[in-house]
C-alpha cells in the first residue's frame, strides 16, 4: 500500500506540473493520457505501464515548457524530475514488496532516504544555477558552443566509467 | 551471489534518454534539469556496494502432521551489516494454503537488528513436503540493484493421511503363533475359556474347575482358548484415479489404509502394505509404532504411475505376503488389472478382503446436476454392481464405501460367509 501511496503522490506532481506551465487543449489532453497509464502502472504495478505515463508526462512538460516560452527556471524541472524518479522507484517498490509483510522499518528508511536525496538535489540544483548564471556573464558567446560540448562529453565518460563499474561490481 | 543492475536501472535511463531528446527537439535545456534526479540516482551505480553480511533461519512447527493440519514456519534475519531493503521469501510448497500471515516479508534492517515473520501453513494434501529454501533478496537504497541467495537446507515434513477411529474391522481367518486380540480355536494359555476335561498330572490348581468336579465326581479343570495376532496385508490400489485434487480415489484408499492400519496395530496384529500400480513398493509385515510410520510413509509416495505393463504379485517375496495373512485390498476397481491380482490371491488360498472405494460417488460430486449426469452414473454404478457381485461369486469378500459417509459403516456391514472361529 505504501508504495502505491508514494506513486499517487508522485503521479500527481507530474500530472499538475506541466498544467501550471501551460495549458492547451491537446497538452491536457497528453496529461491525462500519461495520468490514466501512471494510473494502470499504480494497479496493475505493470512496469510498461509507469514507462510509458513518465515519457508521455514528460512529453507533456516539454511541450508545456515550449508553448509556454518563459525565460528557463532550474527549481520547476528538476521538481518534475523528481517526481518521474519516485514514481518509477515507487512502482519498482511495489512490485518487490508485492504481497509481503512490510516492517515499518522499510517505510521509515523510504521516506528518510527520498526525503534526503530530494531535498540534496534541489539546493544542489539551486547552488548550481546560481552559479552558471555567474559564470555565463564571464563566458564569451563563441566558447559556450565548446563549453557545452566538453560538458556533454564530460557526462558520456561518467556514464560510461559507471557502467564499466557496476560491470565490474 | 553478486549485485545484478534491476530493471529500474532501464526505465530510468529510457525516460533520461527521452528527456535529452525532448530537450534537443524543443531546444528546452530545462528539460535537462528534468534528467538530473535520475542520472544522480543512477550515478550510484558507480559505487561499489559492500556485500551485506546477515544470517537466516527457518523453524517449522512439526515435522509429521496429518492432513488438513497446520503448521507455523518462523523465519528470522540477524543483520551483521546494514541491509538497506531485504526482502525475504519463505517456503511455501505446492499442496498447502496460507492460513495466517504471509510468506514475503521485507525490512530494513541495521547493524545487529534482528527481524522475524510467523505464518501459518495448511497443509491439504498427504506427501512429503520440503519446507526448505529461504530466498532472501537485497536490494541497495534506491532499488538499482539487487543480490538474491538460497539460505538454509531442506526441511522435509511429512503430511500423513488422515485416519478416522474403526472399531468394525474385518475378522482375519488364520491367526499367527504371536499374543494378540483374536481368539484362536487352538487351547492354551489364554482368558477365554475353550473346553472342559479330566485332571492330568502337571495341570494347575487354579486350572481346575471345581463346579464341574463336584457335579462329575472327578476333578475337572478348565482350558482356554489361545489369543493370537494375525498378519494383514494391505494392498492399496495405484494403477489408476478419478476424483477431484487431493480427494481422489487413491487419496481416499490411502486414508483407509491408514486407517485400518492403525486400528489392526491398536489390536497387536503385524501390519504390510503393497502399492500395486505402475510400480510395487511394499513393507513387509510388523508391529507397533514405527511399523505404522513405515506404513505411513508409504502411502505418502502412493501415487498414480501409469503403465501397460500388469505386475504380477509372485514377484512379491513371501515375507511381504505371508501365508494365511488376510489381504485387505483397497481398491476403485476402474482397473480390470488390480481385480485380476485380487481374484489371483484368492486363487492362491489368500484370505481377500476388497475394500472399494466407490468412484461413482466421488465423480457424481464432481459432476454439475442433470438428468444426463444421473442417468450415467446410475448406469455406472448399475455396472459396478455386476462386478462386485461376480467378486463375491468368487469367494471374496467385498464392501463398498460410499467416501460421503464413514468408513465405519462400510466396514460394519462386512458380513464373512463361512468364518465363525478364528483358525489358529
Redesign the interface.
Known amino acids: 500500500m505504501m508504495p502505491r501511496l508514494g506513486a499517487a503522490g508522485f503521479t500527481l506532481v507530474a500530472f499538475v506540473l506541466p498544467l501550471l506551465t501551460a495549458r492547451p487543449r491537446a497538452l491536457v489532453l497528453t496529461d491525462v493520457v500519461g495520468l490514466l497509464l501512471a494510473t494502470i502502472g499504480l494497479i496493475t504495478l505493470w512496469?510498461w505501464a509507469?514507462?510509458a505515463a513518465?515519457?508521455l508526462l514528460?512529453?507533456s512538460?516539454?511541450?508545456a515548457?515550449?508553448l509556454a516560452a518563459r525565460p528557463?527556471?532550474?527549481v520547476?524541472?528538476?521538481i518534475?524530475?523528481?517526481a518521474?524518479?519516485g514514481l518509477?522507484?515507487s512502482i519498482?517498490?511495489g512490485r518487490?514488496?508485492?504481497?509481503?509483510?512490510?516492517?515499518a522499518?522499510?517505510v521509515?528508511?523510504?521516506l528518510l532516504?527520498w526525503t534526503g536525496?530530494?531535498m540534496g538535489?534541489v539546493a544542489g540544483?539551486m547552488l548550481l544555477a546560481a552559479a552558471a548564471r555567474g559564470v555565463a556573464a564571464i563566458i564569451p558567446l563563441t566558447v559556450a558552443p565548446f563549453l557545452a560540448a566538453a560538458g556533454a562529453l564530460g557526462?558520456l565518460a561518467?556514464?560510461a566509467?559507471?557502467?564499466r563499474?557496476?560491470h565490474e561490481? | 551471489m553478486?549485485?545484478r543492475?534491476?530493471?529500474?536501472v532501464t526505465?530510468?535511463l529510457?525516460?533520461v534518454a527521452?528527456?535529452v531528446c525532448?530537450?534537443v527537439?524543443?531546444a528546452?535545456?530545462?528539460?535537462?534539469?528534468?534528467?538530473?534526479?535520475?542520472?544522480?540516482?543512477?550515478?550510484t551505480?558507480?559505487?561499489?556496494?559492500a556485500v551485506p553480511e546477515y544470517s537466516v533461519s527457518l523453524d517449522v512447527s512439526a515435522a509429521r502432521v496429518f492432513e488438513g493440519e497446520t503448521v507455523t514456519v518462523t523465519m528470522s534475519v540477524q543483520a551483521a551489516s546494514t541491509v538497506?531493503?531485504l526482502?525475504v521469501r519463505g517456503p511455501l510448497p505446492a499442496d498447502t494454503d496460507l492460513v495466517s500471515?504471509?510468506h514475503?516479508?521485507?525490512?530494513?534492517?541495521a547493524r545487529g537488528e534482528v527481524?522475524s515473520?510467523r505464518y501459518e501453513i495448511r497443509c491439504a494434501a498427504r506427501g512429503a513436503h520440503d519446507f526448505g529454501p529461504v530466498i532472501v533478496?537485497v536490494?541497495d537504497?534506491?532499488?538499482l540493484?539487487a543480490r538474491e541467495g538460497r539460505h538454509v537446507a531442506a526441511r522435509p515434513v511429512h503430511v500423513y493421511p488422515r485416519v478416522a477411529p474403526l472399531r468394525s474391522l474385518p475378522r482375519p481367518a488364520h491367526t499367527q503363533t504371536s499374543i494378540g486380540d483374536y481368539v484362536s480355536p487352538a487351547l492354551g494359555e489364554g482368558i477365554e475359556p475353550g473346553d472342559i476335561r479330566e485332571f492330568a498330572p502337571g495341570d494347575r490348581i487354579r486350572q481346575v474347575n471345581w463346579r464341574a468336579s463336584l457335579r462329575l465326581g472327578a476333578l475337572h479343570v478348565t482350558q482356554r482358548r489361545r489369543e493370537r495376532n494375525a498378519d494383514v496385508v494391505l494392498m492399496v490400489d495405484t494403477l489408476a484415479a478419478v476424483g477431484p485434487r487431493h480427494e481422489t480415489t487413491l487419496d481416499l484408499g490411502a486414508r483407509a489404509a491408514a486407517s485400518l492400519a492403525t486400528a489392526y496395530l491398536a489390536r497387536k496384529d503385524r501390519v504390510g502394505l503393497i502399492n500395486y500400480g505402475g510400480t510395487i513398493d511394499w513393507v513387509k509385515p510388523g508391529s507397533g509404532r514405527v511399523q505404522y510410520e513405515r506404513v505411513a510413509d508409504t502411502l505418502l509416495k502412493a501415487t498414480v504411475v501409469f503403465t501397460y505393463v500388469t505386475k504380477d504379485l509372485a514377484f512379491v517375496p513371501p515375507r511381504v505376503l505371508p501365508s494365511h495373512a488376510i489381504v485387505v485390498a483397497v481398491t476403485s476397481l476402474l482397473d480390470p488389472r488390480f481385480a485380476k491380482a485380487a481374484l489371483d490371491l484368492a486363487a492362491r488360498g489368500f484370505d481377500v478382503v476388497v475394500l472399494v472405494v466407490s468412484p461413482v460417488a466421488v465423480t457424481r460430486a464432481m459432476l454439475r446436476d442433470s438428468p444426463l449426469n444421473a442417468l450415467a452414473c446410475r448406469l455406472w454404478a448399475l455396472e459396478r454392481r455386476g462386478v462386485l457381485d461376480a467378486f463375491r461369486r468368487h469367494g471374496l469378500t467385498v464392501c463398498e464405501w460410499n467416501p460421503s459417509e464413514p468408513l465405519e459403516r462400510a466396514l460394519a456391514g462386512v458380513e464373512r460367509r463361512g468364518l465363525r472361529a478364528v483358525a489358529g
Open positions: 512496469r509507469a514507462t513518465a515519457c514528460l512529453v512538460y516539454a511541450v515548457l515550449w528557463p527556471s532550474a520547476g524541472p528538476t518534475f524530475g523528481l518521474l524518479l518509477l522507484q519498482e517498490l518487490t514488496l508485492r504481497r509481503a509483510t512490510i516492517e522499518s522499510v521509515r528508511s523510504q532516504g536525496f530530494a538535489v540544483v557526462v561518467t556514464v566509467a559507471m557502467l563499474r557496476s561490481a | 553478486t549485485w543492475p534491476t530493471p529500474l526505465t530510468l529510457t525516460v527521452w528527456a525532448l530537450a527537439l524543443t528546452r535545456a530545462e528539460l535537462l534539469f528534468v534528467a538530473l534526479p535520475l542520472t544522480t540516482a543512477m550515478l551505480l558507480s559505487r561499489r556496494a538497506p531493503l526482502v500471515g504471509r514475503r516479508a521485507a525490512a530494513s534492517l527481524a515473520w533478496q536490494r537504497r534506491w532499488g540493484r
